[in-house]
């Protein structure tokens, strides 16, 4: 068994536009996705996700590059040939059998006995908990039970790979939810590799042992939950899962724990962490830092990174309370737990305030500019 | 007045289907009931109707006879076969129109959108020339001098083999290849239609799990149609069964169909009561093959309108 279940290699995937122009859907990707891993493909709809997984599952070919399944290279073998099974984000039921004859079909494509077939279709049925929908067609389903037949129908075959392509995109949100954490529980339960599509971050991070964050068609980064949101390589993986305040500077000096970056919005310089690899002396730069990162503090207690502002409002939204701020030139936002309850509307920030913000340099990261 | 009617859905509904059910009322309900009146009466020696309640014609069109030599009576076949004839006809041209259409409806619908208008409206224009004139082109290619014999004979001569023009107008099969060129647009269209509406996630689906091109059309793209099948051969099977112009064109005085028999009671043998009764057999005869044929297949809208 090959140590990865899935690799991309350079593949770049070519479209031609309805004007003419080719596109590269998928723009030199690589990625290696390890066996029995929950691995998320997250990123806006176009960013070349879905096309990833369509290539994956021999849906495309990739125009160059290649994709490998248990290291076997998989060139132009069919779908029916490759040991990987897909749920569609439209479940692509077939409407004209009942639930029993969906989940049954790729078996009795295999050949399988009927009695073979009867057991494993209850026992699909019964991971999913649909036993005793058999004999319901589809349309009698509800979304979320569809959804389910569509998982059993590609589980049943006992795939090495179950690639999913937004597949809870259709659910409320309380039923997403319910089933965001009833595939990871089957997937760990079965221990077959997951690949995930999704444009939802939230539920990226909340499934996915590892996420590989995509943008026209380019592997952003990939990375574990935490490291993508708390070591983001970049200024657009920074920006696009949670939010950041951002600000341009010039690269002053460089070592491998901390960086001095001259912002000239706060006329000062800044101390941060160096997080993008290949940063070069002297270079423009941008220094990141979540709002939730941000202490606002009265005194000053620290004599860098510690900047003077002014509050310009105020939002309550339950957990936290955001404040907004001047801070010299640059505007920042500052997202503050409320920790402790309370009513008196004096013991919450107001508009106009000066207070101390400070940026702790471990939070503060120093990105490469695009 | 209109306020009310604003807020009433059932009146709008009723308002809304008032003018075809007039329409409809007017122009076939009554013809109908007119029809089984004069199929009971009997014709007057100058060819006008004598309203009378007589079953004459239907003892008539079932061949019970006295007039049979020797016997007491006899039962003439006469009309059996024409019948039988229309229905076989009827049969073979949806068989035919079935075959011919599908492939073309299935690579219409899997063309590129922008293609498959062209397409479409390729197998449209036929439909702007006169069913008339369509069925008198046919003439033209299928006599002893026409276009195909020219043709077969060009080819017989290229090879060198010795070549007599072949005998095809007149002939059932010349009406069969008539009914079959008019009746195919409204075989392809409805398939189309059906085919089209299949999301091409379901073949992808099919093949990930393992069915090759072959066992995907069988099993998912094929009942997925049928409804479009289905509609098809309503379309198709019950004008074949009526139309009288391509056997009188193509098919002269050897292929009488019940069509036929309808059409020279009115304008030749002026006996409106038998030829009213003969509409009334067919329009039975029609509806009792339908009522089979959706009791087994449906209207073909189940799948599609679930």
């Given at each position: 068994m090959?140590?990865f279940?899935v690799e991309?290699?350079?593949?770049v995937?070519k ?5 003419g122009?080719e596109?590269?859907?998928v723009?030199?990707v690589?990625m290696?996705?390890?066996?029995g891993e ?6 806006s709809?176009g960013?070349g996700?879905t ?9 495309e070919w990739?125009?160059?590059?290649e994709v490998y399944?248990?290291g076997?290279p ?5 779908p029916f ?7 569609f ?7 004209h059998?009942?639930?029993?004859e969906n989940?049954a ?8 006995s009927k ?5 494993r279709v ?7 908990q ?6 319901r067609?589809?349309k009698q ?6 959804q389910?037949?569509?998982?059993a129908?590609?589980l049943v ?13 259709a659910?409320?949100l309380?039923?997403?939810k ?5 595939l990871k529980?089957?997937?760990q339960q ?7 599509v999704t444009h939802?971050q939230e539920e ?7 996420i ?6 380019k592997v952003q980064?990939i990375?574990?939950p935490?490291?993508?949101y708390e070591r ?6 920074a920006d696009?899962i949670g939010?950041?305040n951002?600000?341009?500077?010039t ?7 901390e ?6 919005l706060l ?7 160096p997080v993008?690899a290949?940063?070069v002396?002297g270079?423009d730069v941008?220094v990141?830092i979540r ?7 009265e005194?000053?207690t620290m004599s860098?990174?510690f900047?003077?502002?002014?509050i310009t409002?105020?939002?309550?939204i339950g957990?936290d309370t955001?404040?907004?701020?001047d801070v010299c030139?640059?505007k920042?936002?500052?997202y503050?737990?409320n920790?402790?309850s ?5 013991s919450?920030?107001?508009?106009g305030q ?5 940026l702790m340099?471990e939070?503060?990261?120093v990105l490469?500019?695009? | 007045m209109f ?7 059932s ?5 809304l289907a ?9 122009l076939l309900?009554i ?16 060819g006008?109707?004598i309203?009378t ?6 003892i ?7 007039d ?8 003439d076949?006469?009309y059996y076969t024409i019948?039988?004839?229309s229905l ?11 075959l ?5 409806a299935?690579?219409i619908?899997?063309?590129?959108p ?15 020339t006169n ?8 003439m ?7 276009g195909?014999?020219?043709?077969l004979g060009w080819?017989a001569n290229?090879?060198?083999i010795?070549?007599q023009p072949?005998?095809m107008?007149y002939t059932p099969?010349a009406v069969?290849v008539?009914m079959?060129?008019?009746f195919?647009?409204f075989?392809?269209l409805?398939?189309f239609?059906s085919l089209?509406?299949?999301?091409t ?11 090759n091109a072959?066992k995907?059309f069988?099993?998912?793209?094929l ?5 479009g099948?289905v509609?098809g051969t ?6 074949v069964m009526g139309t009288?112009?391509?056997?009188d064109?193509?098919g ?7 069509g ?11 006996d ?9 057999i067919l ?6 093959v ?9 209207f073909?809208?189940?799948i599609?309108?679930?």
């Open positions: 090959s140590e279940a991309l290699r350079g593949v995937k479209f031609i536009t309805p004007e122009n596109l590269n859907a723009d030199h690589t290696q996705i390890r066996n929950f691995f998320s493909m997250l990123g709809s960013c996700k096309t990833s997984l369509r290539m994956i599952a021999g849906f990739p125009t160059e590059g399944i248990e076997k998989m060139g132009h073998t069919p040939q490759r040991r990987v099974n897909t749920v984000q439209s479940y692509a039921l077939f409407q059998m009942t639930v029993f989940v079909f790729g078996l009795e494509m295999e050949g399988s009695d073979e077939i009867k057991k209850a026992h699909a049925l019964g991971m999913v649909l036993t005793g929908m058999e004999r067609k589809p389903l509800s979304g979320g039970q569809q389910r037949v569509a998982v129908r590609a075959k006992v795939p090495d790979v179950l690639l999913l392509d937004e597949p809870l995109g659910l409320d309380k039923l997403r319910e089933m965001q954490l009833e529980a089957l997937q079965l221990g077959i590799t997951f690949i995930y939802d990226a991070l909340t499934m996915s042992d590892r590989a964050v995509m943008s026209n068609g980064q990375g574990t935490v490291e993508i983001p390589t970049n200024p657009f993986v696009f939010e950041s951002f600000f341009a500077g690269l002053k000096s460089l070592s491998k724990f960086a001095r970056v001259h912002v000239p006329n000062a310089e800044v101390i941060g962490l993008s290949n940063l002396n270079e941008v990141s709002p939730e990162k941000v202490r606002i503090a005194k000053e860098t990174n900047f003077r502002g002014r409002n105020t939002v309550y957990t955001h404040v907004y701020l030139d640059a920042l936002k500052v503050e737990q920790r402790i309370r009513l008196d509307p004096r919450f920030y107001s508009v000066e207070v101390g913000v400070m340099p939070n503060t990261l490469k500019k695009e | 306020q009310r009617l604003r807020e009433n859905k009146a709008q509904g009723t308002l008032l003018p075809t059910t007039l329409w409809l009322f007017v309900i013809p109908l009931i007119l029809t089984l009146i004069i199929s009971f009466g009997k014709r007057s020696p100058d006008d109707v309203f309640f007589s079953m004459d014609n239907y008539r069109l079932i061949g019970y006879s006295t049979c030599g020797g016997q007491a009576w006899c039962i076949p006469l019948l039988w004839r076989t006809l009827a049969f073979n041209t949806t068989v035919l129109v079935i011919l259409g599908y492939p073309l299935y690579f619908a899997r063309a590129h922008q293609r498959r208008n062209l397409f479409l409206f390729m197998v449209l224009i036929p439909l702007w069913f008339v004139i369509r069925v008198y082109a046919w033209m290619l299928l006599r002893k001098e026409g195909i014999n020219i043709a080819l290229l090879v060198g010795p070549f072949l005998d107008l099969g069969l008539g079959v060129y008019e195919l647009p075989m392809i409805p398939i239609t089209e509406k299949i999301d996630s379901l073949y992808e689906a099919a093949a990930d799990l393992g069915a072959i995907t069988l099993r998912v793209t009942p997925l149609s049928m409804p099948v509609a309503i379309l198709v099977f019950i004008p009288f112009i391509v056997s064109i193509l002269g005085r050897q292929v009488i169909l019940v036929n028999l309808i059409q020279r009671q009115f304008l030749d043998a002026r409106p009561t038998f030829g009213s009764a003969a509409s009334l329009m039975v005869m029609t509806l009792i339908t009522y089979f044929y959706t009791r087994k297949f449906g073909g809208e189940e599609v309108a679930a």
